[in-house]
């Protein structure tokens, strides 16, 4: 897929490691599938060799890769700072984690011995925008999207302003959270914020974190270089806001901290995130962490000219000795990949084949590939672990997968095994439209319509056929169809135009 290059003497991740979806082999080895790795993946470290890796956890399970058994044992589990009380079963799907281990090539064994999660913020909406699919949280703007794993409501629309919730994510360069889970919790009036310092007030004993003002005058522990806080500081503050939304958070604490995963010369790194400092292809920073990419640097689904800032990739490499990642290989993800919004399908039917083999399931009569980085997660049976031997012929599932452009690949980003359903749903580039017959094909799908239709543009408007069919003929158009799967066609009860 895309370019393969590979710096000599490191191990190209191969499509048999599909099996892998465990944060146990994906916070331990390089372990699987075409360059993706949403959870984490510490590199191939040799004989003895330490490796880092942060990421996303995108499923479950123990696992044996190329020969390699991986364990999780003794290793050492933070949660926000503190011992997990219940061990490994307190990591979730969708916590961005930082794991440092070590593989054995020589004794066959992988071994993790440290495993971090801290989250981004934790404290009550502000405010929510539909539209947009965002949240403003203790002021700071967060993006949500069928990545993002939701705990305690069903999704954005179940929740509202007030609900207090816990935000775990990747932070882009204009400091948005991109979360990947968001769990909903108790409101204790006890907030935490973290980010970067804007605004610092020494007079007023003030700074701003995204939209939220902070107050230090009554902190009681402040751990920042020279005592005081500084703009360009992250930092990570506690404390509360009685005065609601719109008022400062009065800091308890406030402790300088980084995003980056504090590798050394020498280990191996796996980091994923959105670009940042972007100088040229060749110098970047992805969360927090320098990066310098080589006429050696492999690339998947994108090339090196599709670097550059707010870009979503996963970068795989070691550190040299001035503690920049030296890239062996770069991996394009989500919407700000080279396939971009037009190369992106959702699709909510049932499985018609399952190859596990082949690390494949098929629906729509089209192969869907399912590797190391696709967000495993079942919704229905709630099965942990939860991979592709456990799908079945009729399982109702909703995936989220992406076409990639250099190889032809259909790729699922995530499945979510659900209960069963009649209707079905599948949003996609449009193959082909007939405006006299009113039809529309997408991912090879003939969608024929009739009297009862309803079309929509991009607003949910309801607008005529005509309207429609002119709108889904345009260059990159998206169309989301809803219906009845008739044979191998869809009868449309619903069409509309998306963004």
């Given at each position: 897929m895309g370019d393969s290059r590979k710096a000599p003497g490191r191990n190209r991740r191969s499509l048999g490691g599909f099996i892998c979806f465990t944060v146990l082999a994906m916070l331990l080895v390089s372990c699987g599938g075409g360059g993706g790795g949403g959870g984490g993946i510490v590199a191939d470290g040799g004989i003895g060799g330490t490796g880092i890796s942060q990421g996303p956890v995108s499923g479950f399970g123990s696992v044996f890769v190329n020969g390699i058994e991986h364990f999780l044992g003794s290793a050492n589990i933070l949660i926000n700072g503190q011992p997990a009380p219940n061990g490994e079963t307190d990591l979730k799907l969708g916590m961005v984690v930082r794991v440092a281990g070590n593989v054995n090539q020589t004794a066959g064994t992988g071994t993790a011995t440290d495993v971090a999660y801290a989250q981004n913020l934790e404290g009550p909406i502000d405010s929510i925008d539909l539209a947009t699919n965002t949240m403003v949280v203790l002021g700071q703007t967060v993006v949500v999207d069928v990545i993002t794993v939701f705990d305690g409501a069903a999704g954005l629309m179940a929740l509202m302003a007030g609900d207090v919730v816990e935000i775990s994510g990747l932070v882009d360069g204009s400091f948005v959270i991109h979360a990947t889970r968001v769990d909903v919790e108790t409101d204790t009036g006890l907030y935490e914020l973290s980010g970067t310092i804007v605004n610092q007030n020494a007079v007023t004993m003030t700074f701003d974190i995204g939209g939220q003002t902070v107050d230090y005058s009554a902190v009681t522990t402040l751990d920042v270089p020279g005592g005081v806080p500084a703009n360009g500081l992250f930092v990570r503050v506690q404390g509360t806001r009685p005065g609601g939304t719109g008022t400062p958070l009065l800091a308890g604490s406030a402790k300088a901290d980084d995003l980056s995963p504090n590798a050394v010369a020498g280990e191996d790194l796996e980091v994923e995130g959105f670009i940042t400092d972007f100088v040229s292809p060749v110098q970047f920073s992805v969360s927090g962490q320098a990066v310098r990419t080589s006429a050696q640097t492999g690339f998947d689904h994108g090339v090196i000219n599709d670097l550059g800032d707010g870009v979503h990739i996963e970068v795989e490499g070691s550190i040299a000795n001035d503690n920049v990642l030296d890239a062996d290989e770069i991996s394009f993800k989500g919407s700000t990949s080279v396939r971009g919004e037009s190369g992106e399908i959702e699709i909510h039917a049932d499985i018609e084949a399952v190859d596990p083999s082949a690390g494949t399931i098929t629906i729509f009569g089209s192969s869907i590939i399912l590797n190391s980085s696709t967000q495993l997660e079942d919704e229905r049976d709630k099965l942990v672990p939860f991979g592709i031997t456990d799908l079945a012929v009729g399982?109702?599932?909703?995936?989220?997968?992406?076409?990639?452009?250099?190889?032809?690949?259909?790729?699922?980003?995530?499945?979510?095994?659900?209960?069963?359903?009649?209707?079905?749903?599948?949003?996609?580039?449009?193959?082909?439209?007939?405006?006299?017959?009113?039809?529309?094909?997408?991912?090879?799908?003939?969608?024929?319509?009739?009297?009862?239709?309803v079309y929509r543009d991009k607003l949910d408007n309801i607008i005529t056929s005509a309207a429609f069919f002119t709108g889904a003929q345009l260059p990159g158009a998206l169309v989301e169809s809803k219906g009845t799967l008739v044979g191998i066609t869809i009868l449309a009860s619903e069409l509309e135009l998306d963004d």
């Open positions: 399982d109702r599932v909703d995936v989220k997968a992406f076409l990639d452009i250099t190889s032809g690949d259909v790729i699922a980003e995530s499945l979510h095994r659900k209960n069963a359903k009649a209707d079905v749903e599948l949003e996609a580039p449009v193959d082909a439209v007939d405006a006299i017959l009113e039809t529309v094909t997408l991912f090879g799908v003939l969608v024929t319509t009739d009297l009862s239709t």
